[in-house]
């Protein structure tokens, strides 16, 4: 069982940054893969980014290629999310992702766990 609590989420004006954060219990946090979701207001849940057991592999949904960095910290069972030159259209909730599995990874089915997510405004 792993539990996910997020953080860092906020109000920033467009061109910004916020930094969140995702604290994991359990054991096991080293061999999930980690995910960062986003869920928009009257708009389905949106996959945004992934990284590995390691850290060595990242993959970003193209929209926020070169402004979101996902990271974390195996030691503080933490994975991170920087996010930069934020826009309006980034707005929404972002919820953090475990997977116990290396399928399906772009998409909410690929993951176990999940946090109560954590509100991102940008305004213009």
């Known amino acids: 069982q792993v539990q996910l609590v997020e953080s860092g989420g906020g109000v920033v004006q467009a061109g910004g940054s916020l930094r969140l954060s995702c604290a994991a219990s359990?054991?096991?946090?080293?061999?999930?893969?980690m995910g960062w979701f986003r869920q928009a207001p009257g708009k389905e849940r949106e996959f945004v980014a992934t990284?590995?057991?390691?850290?060595?592999?990242?993959y970003y949904i193209d929209s926020v290629k070169g402004r979101f960095t996902i990271s974390r910290d195996n030691a503080k069972n933490t994975v991170y999310l920087q996010m930069n030159s934020l826009k309006p259209e980034d707005t929404a909730i972002y919820y953090c992702?475990?997977?116990?599995?290396?399928?399906?990874?772009?998409?909410?089915?690929?993951?176990?766990?999940w946090g109560q997510g954590t509100q991102v405004t940008v305004s213009s």
């Open positions: 990284i590995n057991m390691s850290g060595g592999t990242t």
């Open positions: 359990g054991r096991t946090f080293s061999r999930n893969t």
């Open positions: 992702a475990a997977a116990s599995t290396d399928y399906r990874l772009t998409t909410s089915t690929g993951y176990d766990y």
